[in-house]
């Protein structure tokens, strides 16, 4: 006698975050940031909001996962839109400053 599998409901998917609507959150977190040298680099409070985690986290794990999500979204090789490139530097900033402090 075979038992019938039980259906597993389908998993509920977030709305998908496009990346104009990404670049759009990163932009407007602190002030636009001219990227030259010897600048003040960004505040880690605002580095934490840029790869949307909570601020203070120490798990390396939890910032890399969330900058890597980012990342596939915003990357200006994936993403046409314009002002891809300057988000995706701040993005890398925000990992840097993050990871600078673990």
Do not use: W
């Amino acid at each position: 006698s075979l038992i019938p599998k039980k259906k597993t409901p389908p998993k509920k998917k977030s709305p998908k975050i496009t990346c104009d609507q990404e670049i759009a959150r990163i932009m407007k977190i602190g002030y636009n940031q001219v990227y030259i040298r010897n600048r003040t680099p960004i505040p880690p409070q605002q580095a934490f909001q840029v790869l949307n985690i909570p601020i203070n986290t120490r798990d390396r794990k939890t910032v890399i996962k969330s900058y890597r999500k980012i990342s596939l979204i915003i990357h200006p090789d994936k993403c046409g839109e314009p002002g891809s490139q300057l988000a995706f530097q701040k993005l890398n900033e925000a990992r840097q400053v993050i990871m600078g402090r673990m």
